[in-house]
């Protein structure tokens, strides 16, 4: 069976990408009718994968955005899934789970057995017993990004503080990351701070082992994609591991264009993206 | 309105007790007949419910559990919750949740306009703007509780790390919570480490704050609900703030009497607990 992060490189190589597209249905925002929302969600979540779906190295559907509408929204999220899932593309669960051993193996059920994403966002204020029946996942080929330096301004609150032992609570975090590491294990990395996020691909690749980046934050959050791509690239050279995340600047580009044409709006928008990340 | 810290203070009065009932359904413990897992989990807690409801003093129903069977789990989730609110009893959504502004946003909604919660727990992690947008549903009579030291063995491996401040980081983040606070606004405190809950709760007593405090962990997990008791009459006296949480010695009581009597042996369960507490 193959690896998550073979799956991550295959279907970078096949598509000449590294972009994520993140999905945040907001109803109000968007321009599909239908008879309930789950229709709407997926109708035009499938729209705009049906014309990106070769030009995109992955999916981030965000569990909160979904089941703020209940089941209704949870029904879409599932179909949106599926859709993504024919196109071969890897669907990364956005959920920052994190809960007690026996809560994350629940979870874990969750995510990949019921949803059948291929990876998941994790939290790791609870520590390793909280993470690794996640990461016991990835020997059936899935994938786990656990958060190190998020894109929020409050992401200073907690993991910027300095302890004792001279390093900051992000990059303890990624040392841990790295000692709890398997093939399929990766980070989440906010790309709103560059600065650290150099330290911390640093940091992983000299650790010598394969970690995939997941770097939230371009677009609607004020990351850029082209600063972002050049310390990976930098850093790793031309890896087809890793990936650059934007959600509401591809799916509601349509709204700075005048037009109702969201799916043309969001190819142009992915266009964009990866002419910036210059692959 | 009153506020989620006077419902707390109402029901423990109303019923002499500070414990929470912990809902975590496991499907092959669930000794109830039904034809779909929905009906079954739903009718299993039920039916405890009308046993203790004026016994308990919370309940805590964990998302993981419910929601790894699916839709059909969440509807269960949906029906236990409205069986829990009909008896007039706090629902404490056990979800440890943490994103970025929006997406906290759209959980909150989830947690408080879908499932109709009076409460929720949530992690730190990623600061202020994260934990702000459940924060903000306190002045509609809801309550948040944010994860400071939590049960599990892994609490260690991030809680527990000294800052250059001189701090350990779960009581900065017993700071940060202090400093957030609005009436609503509570902590999770282990019940494993009652060195560390006594160092918390003085913390929290001596800002001035009202801070409800729930704490997990006695049962199966190991910690002590008289010793937990003990440490809260020190610092507080006879509060009826706090919660004192019990899940699968009380749903699966049954498992150790050699009968399949669930309700009777939950019951008992929970007259054990309170008098442990010894309110």
């Not at 969600?41 to 030009?55: C, P, R, T």
Request: include cysteine.
């Amino acid at each position: 069976m193959a690896s998550y992060t073979e799956l991550l490189e295959k279907t970078a190589e096949r598509n000449g990408s590294i972009s994520c597209f993140g999905m945040d249905p907001a109803i109000e925002k968007i321009p599909v009718k239908g008879s309930n929302n789950c229709e709407r969600i997926a109708k035009f979540y499938s729209e705009i994968l049906a014309a990106v779906a070769d030009k995109i190295a992955a999916v981030k559907p965000n569990y909160a955005f979904f089941a703020q509408y209940g089941l209704d929204g949870l029904r879409a999220m599932e179909a949106v899934i599926a859709a993504a899932k024919k196109k071969k593309l890897p669907v990364i669960l956005d959920a920052k789970r994190g809960d007690i051993g026996k809560s994350s193996e629940a979870y874990s059920k969750e995510v990949f057995g019921i949803w059948k994403a291929d990876a998941v966002t994790v939290s790791p204020y609870m520590g390793m017993d909280s993470v690794a029946p996640f990461i016991q996942w990835c020997g059936k080929g899935k994938g786990v990004y656990v958060l190190v330096r998020t894109s929020n301004p409050g992401a200073a609150d907690l993991q910027q503080l300095q302890l004792k032992n001279g390093k900051d609570v992000f990059m303890e975090t990624a040392a841990k990351v790295a000692e709890w590491h398997k093939d399929g294990v990766g980070a989440v990395v906010g790309a709103t701070n560059t600065t650290e996020l150099e330290r911390i691909a640093k940091f992983f690749a000299a650790s010598g082992k394969r970690m995939p980046l997941l770097i939230p934050g371009v677009g609607s959050q004020g990351g850029s994609a082209k600063d972002v791509a050049a310390v990976l690239r930098k850093i790793y050279g031309n890896t087809m591991m890793h990936r650059i995340n934007s959600s509401s600047a591809i799916s509601y580009a349509y709204e700075k264009t005048g037009s109702s044409d969201y799916v043309g709006a969001a190819e142009k928008a992915v266009d964009g993206l990866n002419s910036e990340i210059g692959l």
